[in-house]
């Protein structure tokens, strides 16, 4: 029997390249030609993601549960390289039930490797940044979301972290509350050197609170979910893996110290779930046909103030989980290579191609001081940017003229030859063309 494969979907970018809404998409377009995937797995990051989908026109944010909640026969799964909120993780559950009448407590697959974050790492979180601005001033934060995330990775690797295993465990109560000891005496010392400030009785409420998530929790399935997908590929399933952000923010190969705490790359998915290389399906790529960025760091193909709000209002360009305003820069063609290097992308999706409020737009065609196509260590280092101009689309409605207008036309051409450049030759599959599942032009199958 022929083993299954997992495609991969992820960000070339920044974030909020819209992957919530391409796997969506995928799910609908598989499940319309009857090889439906087997399991969504989410794979790094935590509540720091959101990915909206839509449902005749009522949005669902997802910040933990994969972007397959729509479709019953897919099973949702965390894997070990993911963090877990359970105050969060459960009200996102609440809501899925709340807004779309949809119970996803049976699908859920939380491995038992994945991590938990403590009660006090979003705090812990805030206090770092707190003491990173107060030590190199503002421009020099790190942009986290402050959910805890970094906090929670850095214990899971310095082992005094939990782990989701741990909840069903005996002693599960002793190692939480010294962890939660341990975590104080941490806080205390911001409080201490940098004149933290934190209140008392939060902490008390959202220990509580955590613990009863906690409660709700140990009724969903934890356990060795990585076994149970290895079994679905071994018998044949397909399955789909959920990049979170993108991939100049992984931990490694982006621009540090402006990145998450993971390994975003898609590559992550191996070890993450505890595959080898030979299940490796497609990988790919979904990138706006603009950039847009969150956090501190350079960002060398920014738009000037005036188009970037432009871009903001008419991309509704805001943070799914932040609600901050997103910088807009043009796509950014040294980036691209580089992330196409790292990552092998055997197909790109582009999206928004439905939002273009300007005449003219540009690409950043490289570096100038990088000629050489050489990466820099900082993207601070970035001097110069050579950036190519093409007529823009303005004005078009998808909905009233489904045809790509010729100069959408001409943008993707020029990206296609770009494609044609780089080592993993991607097809340009597909053109998002709307926020909901079913608004794709299928360019190339
Ligand atoms: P993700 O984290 O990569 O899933 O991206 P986000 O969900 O943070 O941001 C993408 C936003 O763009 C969401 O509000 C999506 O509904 C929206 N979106 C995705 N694709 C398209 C598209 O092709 N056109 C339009 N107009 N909106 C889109």
Same mark, same amino acid.
């Not at 295993?165 to 005996?170: E, K, R, S, V």
């Not at 360009?317 to 609600?323: K, L, Y």
């Given at each position: 029997m022929q083993k299954g494969k997992i495609d991969i979907f992820y960000g070339p970018c920044w974030c909020d390249e819209g992957k919530g809404k391409i796997v969506d998409s995928a799910l609908y377009k598989r499940g319309q030609e009857g090889n439906q995937y087997k399991a969504v797995v989410r794979f790094q990051g935590g509540p720091n993601a959101g990915h909206t989908l839509y449902r005749a026109g009522v949005k669902c944010v997802l910040h933990q549960i994969p972007s397959a909640v729509f479709y019953p026969d897919v099973l949702l799964v965390s894997s070990s390289g993911v963090v877990i909120d359970p105050i969060l993780y459960v009200s996102e559950v609440a809501e899925i039930q709340e807004n779309f009448s949809i119970d996803v407590a049976p699908r859920l697959r939380i491995s038992h490797r994945a991590k938990l974050i403590s009660p006090l790492a979003p705090l812990l979180d805030r206090a770092e940044e707190s003491r990173r601005t107060g030590v190199r001033g503002d421009t020099n934060k790190v942009g986290t979301t402050g959910k805890g995330i970094g906090v929670a990775y850095a214990s899971d690797r310095a082992r005094t972290g939990m782990r989701l @295993?741990?909840?069903? #465990?005996?002693d599960f109560m002793e190692k939480f509350e010294t962890l939660f000891a341990f975590e104080k005496m941490h806080l205390a010392f911001h409080v201490e050197k940098f004149a933290y400030e934190y209140n008392e009785e939060e902490i008390a409420i959202r220990k509580q609170k955590w613990l009863e998530a906690i409660e709700v929790m140990r009724a969903y399935m934890i356990g060795d979910v990585e076994h149970e997908v290895r079994t679905i590929l071994r018998e044949g399933g397909d399955v789909l893996a959920e990049g979170a952000q993108g991939s100049m923010l992984d931990i490694d190969h982006g621009d540090y110290p402006y990145v998450t705490s993971s390994s975003t790359l898609p590559q992550e998915i191996l070890l993450s779930l505890g595959v080898g290389p030979e299940y490796i399906g497609e990988r790919i790529a979904i990138m706006k046909w603009y950039n847009t960025k969150v956090g501190g760091g350079a960002f060398p193909s920014r738009m000037d103030a005036e188009l970037e709000k432009k871009f903001q209002e008419a991309g509704g360009?805001? @943070? #799914? !989980? !932040? @609600?901050r305003p997103r910088m807009c820069g043009w796509l950014d063609l040294a980036v691209l290579r580089y992330v196409f290097d790292l990552s092998s992308p055997t197909k790109v999706v582009v999206t928004k191609a439905d939002i273009c409020a300007v005449d003219e737009v540009g690409i950043a065609t490289g570096y100038t001081e990088y000629a050489d196509g050489s990466f820099p260590y900082a993207l601070a280092d970035v001097q110069d940017v050579a950036v190519e101009k093409m007529p823009g689309w303005p004005g078009w409605n998808p909905k009233e003229s489904p045809e790509l207008p010729p100069a959408l036309r001409a943008y993707l051409e020029r990206l296609e030859a770009f494609f044609q450049t780089c080592d993993s030759k991607p097809l340009l599959y597909a053109v998002s063309i709307g926020p909901e599942h079913e608004d794709m032009y299928y360019w190339k199958n």
């Open positions: @295993g741990d909840i069903l #465990a005996p360009e805001f @943070g #799914a !989980t !932040t @609600g």
